[in-house]
């Protein structure tokens, strides 16, 4: 049990941490603006596709969970 409970708090310190960083507008420079982004403008109507930010947030996840399960 002592393993859980430092797991979420790990999770918790991470997650205050990006909120933290978003919150700051310090991630808006690049975040949702890579080139692989997809974003159609017409009129009134706006259709925004962050297709390479998804691919490298799901990249940078996989990487840390692996690497924690490798700790073990």
Do not use: N
Not at 44 to 62: D, H, M, Q, W
């Amino acid at each position: 049990m002592q393993d859980l409970g430092k797991l979420l708090v790990a999770v918790g310190l991470a997650i205050a941490a990006v909120g933290a960083f978003a919150w700051s507008g310090l991630g808006r420079s690049w975040f949702g603006r890579l080139p692989g982004d997809i974003h159609f403008r017409r009129g009134g109507t706006e259709v925004y596709f962050p297709v390479a930010t998804c691919i490298l947030v799901s990249i940078v996840l996989s990487l840390a969970l692996w690497l924690l399960r490798a700790r073990r």
